[in-house]
Every structure is written in structure tokens, then in C-alpha cells.
């Protein structure tokens, strides 16, 4: 794994993308994948890639970071020296400033359903989701050690509510509440089998990263979504 500043650079113009990642070559066969699927949300990028083909585009590690916090620090000087001509954002991380029509937000999101998704039709082995969850643990995790602010949980809290909700204007058929009633009757269920000592053993070990979700419901023999409910510190009677 090595974590960096990474340009994707046309060989046809000299024109380039540059963008940060905890691990670039993970990053870069992302990059590739949605490029060669023409479904890359970059559109600048995506139809360069179309004009001048796969064979004018190479990936190049301009800046090694060891310190994953300073990586967006870095990517934003490469941004401010080199201009890229590739990327949509002036600001690293961040997408402000970007206004998508109507018609636009309809094709990002209906890219992202049924035969078009990426992930279609391909199923995961119980290996390789534990080593997925895994990977989102403890020091893993892309927030661990970050601090939010209260603006920013403000913001965060204000954006769930209301029109911005995802669910808002949405209704559910009788079919989905039933089966909604039902799952939430299975995990009482089954949190129902732990005791309060139990429970805090779930929440410290989950807390301090020893074992994922998935373990822990293995371990206890409850559901992972009762795991889910028990570490999100959700009320549940012995």
C-alpha cells in the first residue's frame, strides 16, 4: 500500500487529473474501471479517455505521503502548482462550487442501478466481506482521529432533515412495512438473548477495533444486525 499524490497524466496533450488516495494503485484501477465502463463521474477526464484512448493515459506517483492527515494538504499544493486541466474541484477534497442539471443528476443516478452498476451481478465471499469490514476498523477507518466541529455537525444534523432527507416524499408499500415490522421484530429477538454485561463487552471490543460486527455477532450468535443496533447504542431490555 502506499499513500500519495497521484496524476493521471494524457500522453496525447499533457494534460492531467491529480488526486490523493490512502492507497493509489487501489485508487487507480477505480479510476480505470469506471473509465473503461464509460460511467467515470469525472466528465472532463471521461471524455478524454474516450477521445484519445486507454494507451495516451498513464498513472504516475508524483508525491509519496506517509502521514495519511496531511494528504489532502498536499494534494491541494499540487492543484495550486499545476493547474490540472482534469479536475472538476479547485478545492482537494471537496465538491462545492459544482452545479448538476436536473438531467444530470437523472443519468448519475440511474448509472448507478440495475445491469449499469459496477458491482452487478458480482457476489462477495464471507472472506473477503470480513477483510472489507476489517478494512474500515480502528486506525483504518477514513475518520479515525478526526475531530468534527459543531458547525460542521450542525450542517451534518441539518442536511437529514426535511426535503434533504433521503427518504423524504418517499412512501412504502405495505409489503416493504411489513417486512421493515418484521426485521425490527427479529432484532429484538434477538438482542433479547444478551445480557447488559454482554452488551458492554460488544460495545468496548467494538470500540476499540478488536473485532468487526461480523465477528461479534458470530461470537455472541445473534444477527449482525443486532450487533449494528447494540454498537449504534440503541436501547434493548435483557
Known sequence: ?????????NLSNDKCYVGSAANVFKRWRVHKCYLKSNKHRNVHLQRAWNRHGEQNFVFEVIEEVQDKIKLIEREQYYLDALR????????????????RSAEVKQKMSEAKKGEK???YGKTFSEEHRQKMSESKMGEKHYLFGKHLSEETRQKMSEAQKGERHH?????PSEETKQKMSESKKGEKSSSAKLTWE???DIREKYKIGDCSQYKLAKEYNVSRSCIQSVVENRSWKE
Open 1 to 9: 500500500m502506499k499513500s500519495g499524490i497521484y496524476k493521471i497524466r
Open 117 to 119: 452498476h459496477p458491482f
Open 198 to 200: 454482554q452488551i458492554n
Open 84 to 99: 490540472p486541466e482534469y479536475n472538476i474541484c479547485a478545492i482537494a477534497g471537496s465538491c462545492l462550487g459544482i452545479k
Open 167 to 171: 427518504c423524504f416524499g418517499k412512501h
